[in-house]
């Protein structure tokens, strides 16, 4: 059984997850982005984003991030992390609108890469394409077409993506603005991740709580 949780929700939880892993907030902030954007597809972004997160666990994530002066970009650790890369691709998004395709090496879980280079997508209003193993995933400014073998989005692992401009004309699927549906207890222990980032009470945080001595209201 599950229950219904909106995509704001989606992208609130996950971005505090992906931070209680170790990631800066502007990392986090982009795996937020991507869980809530493959949700609106009714793919499991929440679920995947957070099996990437309990990877990244006790690593420092600095050896999942890519050496982009290799080709194709490798990680120190000897895996991409999406997001991260997904992020430095995004970066360079001017290079892929200029014809330039990249090519990576062993990644995790490259839907959640498919979905941060998505946001750039949107942003510039063209096509990239993601693809890995035997599936093909096209990214439109508001919309989405998968090309192939689908049981290939969910690989944990891959040995290598390419990333690329595309010329495709309209997308299969559009978002949807309906909730998404989750297990409660994959919630649960997304809630329980997320709820690391938040301080602690302090004796100065409860002196601090409430209208001062010297409030004149």
Known sequence: MSFRITLAEIESYLRKAARARGLDWGIAEEAGKAARWLGAFSLPGPETLFEHLQQLGGEEYDQFIPDCSLEPWRAPGGLLCPIITGAALADRSAQMLSGHGFRL???????????????????????????????????????????????????????????????????????????????????????????????????????????????ND
């Open 105 to 215: 090496a062993a990644t995790a879980y490259p839907l959640l890469l498919a979905a941060t280079v998505g946001q750039a997508a949107r942003c510039h209003r063209r096509v990239f394409t993601t693809a890995w193993a035997d599936v093909r995933v096209s990214c439109f400014e508001n919309g989405l077409s998968i090309a192939g073998n689908r049981d290939d989005l969910m690989l944990s692992r891959v040995e290598s993506v390419t990333c690329r401009l595309d010329d495709l004309q309209q997308p299969q699927q559009l978002p949807s603005t309906l909730a998404y549906a989750i297990d409660p207890d994959v919630f649960k222990r997304i809630d329980r991740l997320a709820f690391q980032t938040y301080a602690p009470a302090t004796e100065a945080s409860r002196a601090g709580a409430g209208a001062g001595l010297t409030d």
